[in-house]
């Protein structure tokens, strides 16, 4: 499958983007998905998941309260809202399917990744 996230862009500290990534060529429908970032100078991590159903989700506690994951399996589409947003999540973020049905924060267990979408968070 092949992944397409998009909505990056500059914000000021406390607004508010909305990424999508968007899938085709695969069964989009089947796969877990995850939200993921790497900042300058660090490891890639783990932002938020969720599952086929969209019912189970999981956060990293950075941005828990800020960020809303969700998707469209019709549109073949992943969301990521956020909110609040502060300097600190300034960084590149990532799209990624899991094609196992559940939510990881391992990046090892995401087999198709998205180019990246870069945010910027100004003070």
């Known amino acids: 499958v092949q992944l397409q996230a998009s909505g990056g862009g500059l914000a000021q500290a406390g607004g508010s983007l909305r990424l999508s990534c968007a899938a085709s060529?695969?069964?989009?429908?089947?796969?877990?998905m995850g939200w993921f970032r790497q900042a300058p100078g660090k490891e890639r991590e783990f932002v938020a998941g969720?599952?086929?159903?969209?019912?189970?989700?999981d956060y990293a506690d950075s941005v828990k309260g800020r960020f809303t994951i969700s998707r469209d399996n019709a549109k073949n589409t992943v969301y990521l809202q956020m909110n609040s947003l502060q300097p600190e999540d300034t960084a590149v973020y990532y799209c990624?399917?899991?094609?196992?049905?559940?939510?990881?924060?391992?990046?090892?267990?995401?087999?198709?990744w998205g180019q990246g979408t870069l945010v910027t968070v100004s003070s």
């Open positions: 060529g695969g069964a989009f429908s089947s796969y877990a």
């Open positions: 990624a399917a899991n094609r196992r049905n559940f939510v990881s924060t391992r990046l090892s267990m995401y087999t198709f």
């Open positions: 969720i599952t086929v159903s969209g019912v189970n989700t």
